[in-house]
């Protein structure tokens, strides 16, 4: 029964544990839907997501076909305070482009980054900071009853700017060079280990094909290990528009080291969109709890416990005749 209770509780506090700080005991990681969480990965934290995947798309209308592969990076550090991330992210593609409107099809090879932008993000409101707002880990039923409170999400901005290269075929004519990119990251964290994320972007900002974009991501972990997802994207633009729709799964295989995998996919034939993608998730986990500037760490509150003092040890008890001899 004991180790029932403590496996409820480790459950419990790995469910939330993300909404209650920046930096977590495990890691917090993106992966493997595209949507950003609110939190960052925490002070001097190195964190690196990679994601190869394989691509198929058909556009029937133009009659062509794109067949390959490609992969999705992200670095995340976590900078002077606990609410700010950098960040480098972006997508390299090669594939091959066949033209099926003549009678013999043709075949171009393309390869590039998709896209590549360096940005910062930053935690403006955290409702989970107060005292009372922490799970109570001595009842499992209690945090998982539902909490108005949990309808008010966290919310951080992200700016950043994008960096695309000449005759990018993956891009739309006249895009190079330098574009600003903003976004609005809001999480919900609710009881029972359901997450809610949410993501307003704007792309390519002064540009004449300029997009919107909003991602809805819902995540529910089953226990300290597995966790599945269900996401969904809009983007819009003069040159492209799409609703895309992913489902997959996380595991942690170690506290700083993460499994996933997922399946992307449209319902449109402008073109139609099916990927698959495997990831990977590690970190490099330098941080130190600020506590320790204040006196407060673990460190500190042990110096200022007062020594025990040594006990001595008693002498046996040695019988003298009266004459003081042995």
Do not use: C
């Amino acid at each position: 029964m004991n180790f029932i209770k403590v496996s409820i509780t480790f459950f419990l506090v790995f469910s939330i544990q993300s909404a209650f700080a920046q930096y977590t005991e495990v890691i917090n990681s993106n992966r493997p839907g595209v949507s950003r969480s609110a939190f960052s990965v925490g002070t001097n934290v190195a964190q690196l997501e990679v994601g190869p995947y394989i691509v198929k798309e058909k556009h029937t209308p133009l009659k062509y076909e794109v067949s390959g592969f490609g992969v999705d990076f992200a670095a995340r550090y976590g900078l002077l305070f606990e609410e700010l991330e950098i960040n480098i992210e972006g997508i390299y593609q090669n594939d091959t482009f066949t033209d099926n409107r003549g009678f013999i099809a043709v075949e171009n090879k393309r390869s590039n980054f998709k896209n590549f932008a360096i940005g910062a993000k930053y935690l403006v409101y955290d409702p989970y900071k107060k005292e009372e707002d922490q799970p109570n880990l001595y009842s499992y039923h209690a945090n998982r009853t539902f909490k108005w409170k949990s309808l008010i999400p966290a919310v951080a901005v992200y700016a950043g700017a994008n960096f695309d290269s000449k005759d990018n075929s993956y891009l739309p004519p006249d895009v190079e060079g330098f574009s600003p990119k903003i976004m609005i990251a809001t999480q919900n964290n609710f009881a029972g280990g359901w997450v809610f994320i949410m993501n307003l972007s704007k792309d390519r900002i002064g540009t004449d094909f300029s997009d919107f974009q909003y991602i809805l991501t819902l995540t529910h972990s089953f226990n300290p290990q597995w966790v599945i997802f269900a996401e969904t994207q809009g983007i819009k633009s003069d040159y492209y528009a799409d609703n895309l729709f992913r489902f997959g799964g996380a595991y942690l295989w170690s506290k700083d080291f993460q499994l996933d995998t997922a399946v992307t996919l449209n319902t449109k034939d402008t073109p139609s969109v099916f990927n698959v993608n495997f990831g990977v998730s590690y970190r490099l986990d330098f941080h130190k709890d600020k506590e320790t500037d204040n006196g407060n760490s673990k460190e500190d509150a042990d110096k200022r416990k007062p020594k025990k003092k040594k006990k001595k040890k008693k002498k046996d008890n040695v019988d003298f005749d009266d004459d003081g001899s042995l």
